[in-house]
């Protein structure tokens, strides 16, 4: 029954994660239009750091340490292709998270400079990653 628990924790914390690797790019889309010290810009910047500091990063940490816990009491998983190739995935998310922090900065500095498209371009990214992981927990192709 602890299994079923800490899984249940591992989802949700997961689509909370999710939700906020989906969602704050696209502010970054609306902030990059927004003028520099505008009332715009200061609501995109407290709606960036809300997402980010008090659902996003506590979200990450939940699901990994529930997705670490699940191992630790099933360790033969680790033996598995499948969850293996979702590891690397899921660190490739938690780069992503960083890399939305550091694009969260350039807009507190007044240095960011990208277009539209580059942060609907990274809009994208943890999609590909969220669907790729669900093809190998659910279908378990290796």
């Known amino acids: 029954m602890l299994y079923l628990w800490i899984k249940t924790i591992h989802i949700i914390a997961i689509i909370s994660w999710m939700v906020g690797l989906l969602y704050l790019p696209r502010l970054y889309v609306y902030h990059s239009t927004a003028r520099k010290n505008s009332r715009q810009d200061h609501t995109f910047r407290l709606m960036e750091k809300r997402l980010l500091k008090r659902i ?5 940490i939940t699901a990994i340490l529930a997705g670490l816990t699940l191992i630790a009491l099933n360790p033969q998983l680790l033996t598995q292709i499948w ?41 994208e990214v943890p999609t590909a990653l969220m669907v790729c992981i669900i093809i190998l927990v659910i279908v378990r192709p290796f």
Do not use: D, E
């Not at 190739?85 to 890399?99: E, N, R």
């Not at 900065?105 to 240095?111: D, H, L, M, S, V």
């Open 56 to 60: 996003m990063t506590p979200a990450m």
């Open 83 to 123: 969850l293996q190739i979702k590891i690397a995935l899921v660190l490739a998310l938690i780069g992503i998270h960083g890399k939305f922090s550091v694009m969260r900065k350039t807009f507190i500095n007044g240095t960011a400079k990208k277009s539209q498209n580059y942060y609907r371009i990274w809009n």
